[in-house]
């Protein structure tokens, strides 16, 4: 049986960690290579770095930050934030990322998942994405870190992005992000059924509880969550230990 993931969430801006609630009224959160090294030390099985305003200010992820983190850690490093070509994935794994995240720019042009599996393999490639339940009860994407709404389905989009070369989802329900109310069940589990790659679930982690319901309710492979974390609401070993206890296999 595959180890479920825990994955921690560091998203930046202006060079720290922030956090909000429905990507808005963000917060600051601590130095993001001190938080880095405190999970990787922990036991958390991946990190995930999110330079949340890259896309929106049409500039590159900051490598040079994204170098320190790395050598802070011995887990695998996902990146994103900015990325819309290979030269810009070449660099951040020249700097120590291990995967890339690509949202905004994979849609505006979906070719550019093909580009980044051809040259660096799909186990390299994660496609995010930002979905929110609107009054019809459907799930859509969003761009631009939640702002720029397209109206295509969630389900849609994740099938074509893998068929193009993701070799990951990220999914990240906006109705969820930040209310610790738990992850959203119901599309994390829509695309961990109908996909064959793997589906990590972000937004609304708020205790073992909800870890364990997005993991045996919904069949995600891991889960991201930031806040918690980063505030000592739950510490990643104690949340292993819960989930261990109720039979779900993690990395001790």
Known sequence: MLTKRIIPCLDIKDGRTVKGTNFVDLRDAGDPVELGRLYAEQGADELV?????????KRRTL?????????????????????????DVSLLLQNGADKISVNTAA????????????????????????????????WYVYLNGGRTPTGKKCLEWALEGVDRGAGEILLTSMNHDGTKNGFALDITAQLALQLPVPVIASGGGGNASHFAAVFQQAGADAALAASIFHF?????PALKQELNAQGIHVRI
């Open 232 to 236: 000592k609401e739950l510490t990643i």
């Open 107 to 138: 849609f505006k042009r979906p070719e550019l998942l093909v580009e980044l599996e051809k040259n660096f393999g799909s186990q390299c490639v994660v496609l995010a994405i930002d979905t929110r339940c609107e009054d019809d009860g459907e």
């Open 49 to 57: 770095f999110l330079d949340i305003t890259a896309t929106v200010e």
């Open 63 to 87: 490598r040079e930050l994204v170098n320190r983190i790395s050598h802070q850690i011995n887990i695998p490093f996902t990146v994103g934030g900015g990325i819309s070509s290979v030269d």
